[in-house]
């Protein structure tokens, strides 16, 4: 109830004793003169309006009655009361004037006086009683603030400080109350029933008991006590059966019923109005008023605030200085709600402090309709749901244009947030956000979802026009799903599509901003990986079981020595993805052990390197290091990226099938290329500490490469060849298989060569150089081209069955093995045709062609020369000799070379021979 209402209740009250007291008045002044024409003169003393009156009696016994009289609400009359009727002075009648208003003030149909006959004649002022039946009263408040009352109010006192006050009684009164500061425009309050009774307790003192029926506003029942000596009242009015309604709000002027709509109260209440007039020790006077009202199940639709709150239960005290909420709660559905706290004032300059409690509040549409700009700004930013619980401290100091200061703590506790720069919905967030002028504190919430656990703290700050803020987020075991794709932004989404990860990480995010013009959001990812699986798009090797650590700051995605498996491989990668197109988009290095040539592991490679392996036919076990180098290509216009990388690579018992299957492969190969600038290609070099070729054993091999448009080439190779030395080239077709090579051989031992071949454990030795060129496809021997020449010198060619056989077949005088060779050879398709081959030792030398082909099978003729050191020493024989040593026989070597077949032809020079293998040459 504010002031106006408290005002006007008092108005009332008051008045009801002033209309009693004014009769008081009326006799104290006529004395023991008891007669009609001085109780006339009496009451145009006391009232200061125009009045007309019907009639006045006055009985035997003491009793005046007064009918028919009526006020009227004209302006009042200023009284210059002459000398009393001793003096001659004729008393006038307080009559209507014929222009004057004739509005009614105050009707009495009777008025009932009852005094000491005896006394009054003896000289005393005693009055027993005074009964006012039926009376109408019309209260209007001028635009002043005023009362058209007010007048009455004048000559009270002496009424008021008689010793022994009589008994008044106000029956059955009738009231209507006009103000437009109260009531709505044109609406006239009317009150019924009006009876109040003024009980003398003695001393000046009396009480007050009264009931009254207001239209629209109930029953009420009026209590107090009046002290006529000093001045002191006290006085209330309290309701009985009040039902809160909209009707009842509307009853109300502008002010007040825009007040009532805040809250549209609606629902049973008690109120109970206080007013009560002090005197202080300084003889003053000091009025106060307090209006009690208790909720007794009302419901509540306060204006700002979408949900109307039912079952509204507790106390809200007006006092003069402000308004005091104590106990005050309610609910809606699930929600709950306690108000308490005070004002300072009603005007709109008041201040105060609320606090206002809310259980299981729900975050919706309904809630977000009712917020401000601010606030709307700020959801918008967390799309919050879910319900929480609200307590919040509003305060506002007093004076003019005072902001209003909200200090709100949200406890979560099944709610969910969804940021708007990162539109992850989280869900089952327990914690608490504190809300105060232009700040926002983020206190621990907490979210969790089966493993998944994320933890928010932080501050929003506004001033300025700006926002800044800092807000730290850690999850953990967050899953990599697509809820947590589509939350990311363009850049990272293609990074997410490069490398299809899955599985859960643990993140440390910190956003913040300094809220300055122009200034960018700073965002710091720390990323912890817990079995997480991906495979790059391209580079399509599944890693599984990634452990490590991964950092976003703004620009880069960037790797810690990131640890992956694939079976029984482990990698480990280094280095950074850009978020952004720029010079660099990717930087990595990569640590591998324990890989294989599988099919996963060579389709993960460049092409151009990945087209290599697959053509050799690579396989085997490797270590390997890698960089990977993305760049822009800096060319205007131009689109895509180019990739360089370096690859060192450390093989373990590898092969390749070159036509010639190379295996036990041991060592260290460098490998450098660029993907995405045609033609691909990959070059770089070798470095072995072994391989086998059909069960030959080559060491310390080295040799650079390059690979491009199928063609791989080795150049400066060199081996170590059975404590010799092989040097010279290898190009091949990797699509057609056509191949050429050119190789020179030195020193090799054939001692140690032959345990490597299948006479392996035959006396052989020495040393052998050669060369060879030799051009072919495939495995493809009929396709096979090329020539060669070999020397040994220092030999012992004995235990080689065809060396052996042609030792045996001459029956020498001692047997001595061969210890020098040499042969030109040709290759022809399956076929090796020997130019020339030469074996010799002391006793004779074995000059020969033919031809070997790949089955083993071969034809050789060989022209022997002996010594002089076999034959005896016959000068007469000398000359002879000479001339038939070198065409004593031919030996003829057939079969195969495992199990030769000799024969001899003798004395060749003579007899001729089949020229077959000179057609051969």
């Known amino acids: 109830m504010t002031l106006r209402t408290r005002q006007a209740v008092a108005v009332l009250l008051m008045t009801a004793l002033v209309i009693a007291v ?137 009424a008021l400080g008689v010793e022994a006050p ?67 009242y006290e006085l209330t009015a309290r309701s009985e059966g009040l039902v809160l309604a909209d009707e009842v709000g509307a009853l109300f002027a502008p002010e007040i019923n825009s007040a009532w709509n805040n809250y549209r109260p609606r629902g049973p209440a008690s109120v109970s109005v206080m007013f009560q007039t002090t005197r202080a020790p300084d003889n003053t006077c000091k009025s106060t008023y ?72 729900p975050v919706d549409e309904k809630l977000y309709d009712a917020l401000d700009a601010d606030s709307r700004e700020v959801w918008d930013l967390l799309s919050p749901g879910g319900m929480v619980d609200v307590a919040s401290n509003v305060v506002r100091e007093f004076g003019d244009n005072k902001p209003v200061a909200n200090n ?54 506004s001033a300025d026009g700006r926002r800044a803020f800092d807000v730290l987020v850690n999850a953990r075991s967050l899953p990599l799903d697509a809820d947590l794709r589509a939350a990311c932004d363009d850049d990272i989404r293609r990074i997410w599509d490069k490398l299809s990860p899955s599985g859960t990480v643990d993140v440390v995010w910190n ?151 190379l295996s036990d492969i041991s060592g260290r190969a460098t490998i450098r290329g660029a993907q995405g600038l045609p033609p691909e290609s990959a070059f770089g070099n070798v470095r072995l500490s072994n391989v086998s070729a059909q069960g030959k054993q080559f060491t310390d091999v080295s040799a650079q490469f390059l690979y491009a448009a199928d063609n791989l080439t080795l150049n400066d190779v060199r081996a170590g060849a059975y404590s010799g030395l092989l040097s010279g ?27 490597h071949t299948k006479i392996a454990g035959k006396q052989m030795s020495g040393k052998m150089d050669g060369s060879f060129t030799l051009k072919g496809k495939g495995s493809d021997s009929s396709q096979l081209w090329g020539e060669g020449n070999l020397s040994i010198a220092n030999g012992y060619l004995w235990d080689v069955p065809l060396f052996l056989e042609m030792v045996n077949f001459f029956s020498l005088k001692k047997r001595q093995p061969f210890t020098e060779g040499s042969a030109r050879l040709k290759i022809r398709g399956r076929t090796v045709i020997v130019r020339e081959v030469q074996f010799s030792n002391e006793d004779i030398t074995m000059l020969g062609t033919g031809k070997i082909d790949f089955d083993g099978n071969q034809l050789l003729r060989f022209k022997t020369h002996f010594s002089t050191s076999i034959l005896p020493s016959i000068d007469v024989l000398t000359k002879v000799w000479e001339l038939i040593r070198d065409n004593i026989a031919m030996v003829e070597a057939s079969g195969t070379f495992d199990e030769p077949k000799l024969a001899i032809k003798p004395l060749p020079a003579v007899f001729g021979t089949d020229d077959e293998i000179d057609k051969e040459k």
């Open 22 to 158: 004014l009769f008081v008045d009326v006799l104290l002044l006529v004395n023991a003169r008891l007669n009609k024409d001085s109780l006339t003169r009496a009451l145009q003393k006391v009232i200061p309006h125009e009045f007309t009156v019907e009639d006045i009696a006055i009985s035997a016994g003491g009793e005046v009655r007064i009918k028919g009289l009526v006020v009227y609400d004209s302006a009042p009359i200023d009284h210059n009361p002459g000398p009393d009727d001793a003096g001659g002075t004729k008393p006038t009648s307080n009559t209507p004037s014929e222009t004057g208003a004739r509005q009614e003030l105050l009707r009495l149909p009777l008025v009932s006086v009852k005094v000491d006959v005896l006394g009054l004649i003896a000289g005393g002022q005693e009055v027993r009683s005074i009964e006012l039946r039926d009376p109408v009263v019309h209260f209007r408040q001028l635009a002043d603030g005023a009362w058209n009352v007010s007048s009455l109010f004048t000559r009270t006192g002496k």
């Open 166 to 232: 009589p008994t008044v009684s106000i029956v059955n009164a009738t009231a209507y109350i006009e103000s437009d500061r109260i009531f709505r425009a044109g609406h006239v309050q009317r009150l019924d029933g009006c009876t109040f009774e003024f009980k003398p307790l003695g001393h000046s003192s009396t009480i007050v008991e009264g009931k009254l029926w207001a239209a629209g506003l109930g029953k009420w029942t009026v209590t107090g006590r009046l002290d006529a000596s000093q001045k002191e």
């Open 290 to 361: 307090a209006v009690d009202v208790g909720l007794e199940g009302v419901s509540v639709k306060c204006k700002g605030f979408p949900y109307e709150i039912g079952d509204g239960r507790g106390n809200i005290r007006f006092l003069e200085g402000g308004a005091e909420m104590y106990g005050l709660r309610g609910r809606t559905g699930p929600m709950s709600m306690t108000f308490s706290g005070h004002t300072n004032g009603y005007d709109s300059d008041a201040g105060f402090e609320l606090d206002i409690g809310l259980r299981n509040l």
């Open 408 to 461: 709100m703590t949200v406890a979560c506790t099944d709610a969910s947030v969804q940021v708007r720069d990162f539109p992850y919905k989280v869900s089952g967030l327990e914690g608490e956000l504190r809300f105060s002028p232009g700040k926002i504190q983020i206190l621990k919430l907490r979210s969790r979802s089966g493993s998944r656990v994320i933890d928010a703290e932080g501050m929003i700050e």
């Open 511 to 661: 956003v913040r901003s300094d809220g300055k013009e122009g200034s960018v959001a700073q965002h710091d990812v720390r990323i912890h990986c817990n079995g997480v699986s991906a495979t790059h798009a391209d580079y399509p090797y599944p890693f599984e079981s990634i452990e490590g650590d991964a950092t976003v700051d703004g620009k880069r995605l960037r790797f810690d020595r990131l640890k992956g498996k694939n079976g029984e491989s482990m990698v480990e990668i280094s280095g950074h993805i850009a978020l952004k197109e720029e010079d660099k988009p990717l930087s990595l290095e990569m640590k591998g052990k324990d890989m294989a040539f599988s099919e996963q592991t060579v389709n993960a490679l460049p092409v151009a390197l990945r087209k290599a392996v697959q053509d050799v036919g690579m396989t085997g076990k490797f270590d390997f290091t890698a960089r990977l180098d993305e760049q822009k290509p800096r060319k205007e216009g131009a689109s895509g990226s180019v990739t360089s990388y370096l690859v060192e690579l450390v093989l373990a018992d590898c092969s390749v099938d070159l036509g010639l299957k």
């Open 729 to 755: 080239y290898f190009r091949i077709n990797t699509d057609t298989k056509e191949f050429d090579t050119s190789c020179v051989l030195q020193g090799l031992d054939l001692k140690e060569y032959v345990r």
